[in-house]
Nanobody, 125 residues
């Protein structure tokens, strides 16, 4: 069983930056596509970004393109999300997940396993 622990969230002013980390333990995540999702109060969990097992392919939801960067360090069993030019609408709890089946990126949360407890990101305007 793998455990994922997200960290790095916090309170930041609009225009600021944060770097989130997703550390895995119990199993190597190097063979798996990984993704970041977020969930705001009263809303469904939504796809933010994904990265292939090698780090060679990435995908982003339109609202974060050009502002967020997803990358990974397989040697450290960790995935990161660099968030720049943050906006108030980025406020949410951010989660990472392991894509259940390889290949093309999935954007539905049901396609992912082993969610962590999430990390809160609050952007003040």
């Amino acid at each position: 069983q793998v455990q994922l622990v997200e960290s790095g969230g916090g309170l930041v002013q609009a225009g600021g930056s944060l770097r989130l980390s997703c550390a895995a333990s119990g199993r190597t995540i190097s063979p798996y596509n990984m993704a970041w999702f977020r969930q705001a109060p009263g809303k469904e969990r939504e796809f933010v970004a994904a990265i292939s097992w090698s780090g060679g392919r990435t995908s982003y939801t339109d609202s974060v393109k050009g502002r967020f960067i997803v990358f990974r360090d397989n040697a450290k069993n960790t995935v990161f999300l660099q968030m720049n030019s943050l906006k108030s609408e980025d406020t949410a709890v951010y989660y990472c997940g392991i894509q259940r089946v390889g290949g093309t990126f999935k954007t539905l949360s049901v396609e992912y396993d082993f969610w962590g407890q999430g990390t809160q990101v609050t952007v003040s305007s």
